[in-house]
């Protein structure tokens, strides 16, 4: 059965118009990290073509295969062989989606760069707007999340993640803006120079400022497949995004401190004043339960935080490379 399907992918992807290969280097590039897509792959590709083919642009497809399972690689690299404009980046292992996203805008030529999943979340028909956008001269059009076809718990998260980001972050980062977006040359060469391995694009996209804009629209559901995020890698994005582009921890951390400290010498205050009064009273057992473990709490939630930090500092010092390509197709 899956060779039927995938015969018929294929089938659908040579009935199209022959395309023919792009001049070095393209106008444009769209970068597509895939991780287990097989089912969306080929309705991606007619969807990109009828969006692109008509612009009359040149434009390359790389697609980064973040060591899928499935037949996502023997598909992408039948479709580089039909498609000269196609490059298929083979990661040697599942890097995780933002490192994908790196290994893309690396490898990416062309004067403009789009992001976009591979599920069909962000919709290709979007694309000429975005690409009218940064002819206008944007560095910068990222898309703005205006609906999400999502579940209502996932949604709420999101929706609380980006204003608990908004208003924790040294930064301006737009509200709802994922990493779908369309970025200049320059802005792309920038990142591509950015040593960090916490990857947060849409983080470090707002970094470097220059001039960015936002363009609405709604996001769809998956088109096929199940989210390759489970809930503790969304969670590991958010602490990511959250513990690279705000010192809160840090500082929530002195303000505990302080508090503990103010609440110690109330309590101190207390005590003389009872004893100066009505005595001092001996039994004191659950007091000192009370206020040992929530010190202890304190100290151990202090340490996690500080931890964090030092944990990415040791990521970073060790100076990996970020990913491990294994193959490239459609590219000498
Ligand atoms: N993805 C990837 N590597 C991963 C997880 C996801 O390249 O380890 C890709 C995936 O194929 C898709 C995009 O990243 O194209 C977004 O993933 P997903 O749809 O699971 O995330 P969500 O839309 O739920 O945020
Ligand atoms: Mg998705």
């Not at 970068?31 to 097989?38: F, L």
């Not at 390359?60 to 580089?80: H, K």
């Not at 591979?118 to 944007?138: C, M, T």
């Not at 003389?272 to 004191?284: A, C, E, H, M, Y």
Request: hydrophobic fraction near 45%.
């Amino acid at each position: 059965q899956e060779a039927l399907r995938f015969c018929r992918a294929l089938a659908a992807l040579t009935a199209q118009a022959a395309p023919t290969a792009t001049p070095d280097p393209p106008q444009l590039s769209v970068v597509i990290p895939a991780y287990n897509e097989e089912e969306n792959l080929p309705t991606l590709y007619s969807r990109l073509r009828a969006a692109l083919d008509p612009l009359d642009l040149e434009y390359e497809i790389i697609f980064v295969n973040d060591g899928s399972r499935d037949a996502t690689l023997s598909l992408l690299q039948q479709m580089a062989a039909i498609d000269p404009r196609l490059v298929v980046i083979d990661l040697a292992r599942n890097f995780g989606h933002q490192v994908a996203i790196s290994a893309g805008l690396d490898h990416s030529r062309g004067r403009g760069v789009i992001i976009m999943d591979g599920d069909l979340q962000d919709p290709p028909e979007v694309l000429p707007e975005f690409i009218a956008k940064w002819r206008e001269g944007y560095d910068v059009v990222y898309a703005i999340r205006e609906q999400r076809k999502e579940g209502w718990l996932k949604r709420t998260a999101y929706t609380l993640f980006y204003r608990l980001l908004k208003q924790v972050a040294s930064i301006d980062i737009p509200l709802d803006a994922g990493d779908f977006c369309i970025m200049d040359r320059g802005v792309v060469d920038l990142l591509n120079g950015m040593p960090e391995r916490n990857r947060f694009v849409r983080g470090i996209r707002s970094w470097i400022g220059l001039r960015q804009t936002g363009l609405a629209y709604a996001r769809h559901a998956r088109y096929a497949g199940r989210p390759k995020y489970t809930l503790t890698r969304l969670i590991y994005l958010a602490l990511d995004g959250l513990i690279s582009f705000s010192y809160l921890p840090l500082r929530m951390i002195s303000l505990a401190g302080v508090g503990v400290s103010i609440m110690s010498i109330l309590i101190a205050i207390f005590y003389t004043i009872q004893k100066l009064t009505v005595g001092l009273s001996p039994p004191g057992f659950a007091t000192l339960v009370v206020a040992t473990f929530f010190l202890a709490g304190i100290q151990l939630i202090t340490i996690g935080v500080i931890g964090e930090y030092v944990g990415r500092i040791f990521e970073e010092v060790k100076g990996r490379p970020l990913y491990v390509v294994r193959k490239v197709w459609g590219r000498e």
